[in-house]
């Protein structure tokens, strides 16, 4: 009896956590592809998102988002076969993350040349996941694909949420796709794990030095819109707030326990995940001011 009470609290905060989480409430489709020019169009499946453009010589796609569900992959390619005959000629991965860049086999099947920065091939290969295509060509501070008439510049603009992400920018279209190191009205996630402090800030202000307009994240955010450059502000003034109030806190040898409970920002408790994740947010911050890592 009483384990089945104590699954029962736990179902129903499972539950709790799940619809505070999604940005897209209950009633969104399991997945879904929206077109964003003539040629991009992002492509959701639950709550991870992906890039693909499409043009006369071929189709370039980005993240698989398949990691143990299969069905995203084969998803993802039906809904790329509704839009265009082309060959998918590249994956290009946004960073080395699982939930992301596993599953893309059947892109490769297909023939498709994966590209990710140097060091996601190099974590990957150590990291041997039986699900992961390793990379065939790698990228250091940049790198350009054309095709069929559209460009896709790739950039490193630094160590942020992990140390090899890449930002992919379509120069014509304006357009720039990022993951997970610029979330929307939203906090980061957890403790910002595998994430790189002081270096995440200077590469936001390398993505506010490029020329776009719109930005689609790897998450559905804030209703699932694109962002702009006033969002990356925001995300840059809410981790300088964090980044203060942990460093007073730490310097008053608040740091771990009681910065997590005592630290509040009010001013970002309507942002996504902020009751979730803030304590996570405060532990990374408590770790690079209070102990310099
Ligand atoms: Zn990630």
Redesign the pocket.
């Known amino acids: 009896m009483r384990s089945r009470a104590v699954h029962g609290v736990l179902a129903a905060v499972a539950l709790a956590v799940v619809a505070s989480a999604s940005p897209l409430g209950a009633q969104a489709p399991p997945f879904e592809t929206r077109k964003v020019t003539d040629n991009v169009y992002i492509f959701r499946f639950g709550g991870h998102q992906s890039m693909f453009v499409v043009t006369p010589d071929g189709v370039i796609a980005t993240d698989p988002i398949g990691y143990l569900r299969p069905h995203a992959v084969t998803t993802y390619i039906d809904e790329i076969r509704k839009v265009s005959p082309a060959p998918i000629r590249y994956v290009v991965y946004s960073?080395h993350?699982y939930d992301?860049i596993a599953g893309g086999k059947p892109f490769k099947d297909l023939g498709a040349t994966f590209v990710a920065h140097r060091m996601a091939k190099m974590r990957l290969e150590a990291l041997k996941h039986p699900d992961v295509v390793i990379p065939d060509v790698v990228v250091d501070a940049q790198h350009v694909i054309e095709l069929g008439g559209t460009r896709l510049e790739l950039h490193h603009v630094g160590r942020n949420?992990?140390d090899n992400s890449l930002v992919m920018l379509l120069p014509k279209e304006k357009l720039l796709f990022t993951v997970?190191f610029i979330p929307i009205q939203t906090v980061q996630f957890r403790d910002m794990p595998d994430g790189y402090l002081p270096d995440w800030f200077d590469s936001l202000d390398r993505v506010l030095a490029m020329d776009w307009d719109r930005m689609i994240p790897g998450h559905p955010y804030a209703g699932g819109r694109l962002g702009t450059k006033d969002d990356v502000r925001a995300l840059k003034q809410y981790m300088t707030d964090l980044s203060d109030a942990v460093r007073q806190a730490a310097n008053q040898g608040k740091c771990f326990d009681a910065a997590m409970k005592e630290i509040t920002l009010p001013q970002y408790a309507t942002w996504g995940n902020y009751g979730l994740f803030l304590p996570g947010n405060i532990q990374r911050f408590c770790e690079y001011w209070g102990r310099g890592y």
Do not use: G
Request: glycine share 0%.
């Open positions: 960073h993350h992301h949420h992990s997970d």
